[in-house]
């Protein structure tokens, strides 16, 4: 299989689904029980908010970052003939 130059976040997905279910599914879920946990526990909108926003952008970067990591391996094995 011939490298892209854009791999997908899908392909990554089939390839390394836990190591992709931790670095994006987890950090959104955590996200989304503390918002719920503030409001059930009346805690000020702006630290759920803040907390909740955190998580979603370091799911977001660490998302990219194993999707650069992806494409650098796969690159690697096709220049390298590595397996």
């Not at 670095?23 to 503390?34: D, E, H, I």
Request: glycine share 6%; proline share 4%.
């Amino acid at each position: 299989m011939a490298v892209s130059d854009n791999v997908t976040f899908w392909e990554m997905y089939r390839e390394l689904p836990v190591r992709t279910t931790i670095a994006t599914v987890v950090p959104l879920f955590l996200g989304v029980a503390q918002l719920l946990n503030g409001v059930v526990h009346d805690v000020p909108i702006v630290r759920i908010l803040g907390f909740t926003a955190g998580m979603v952008i370091a799911a977001v970067l660490v998302t990219q970052l194993h999707l650069v990591q992806y494409h650098r391996r796969k690159l690697q094995q096709e220049v390298l003939g590595e397996e």
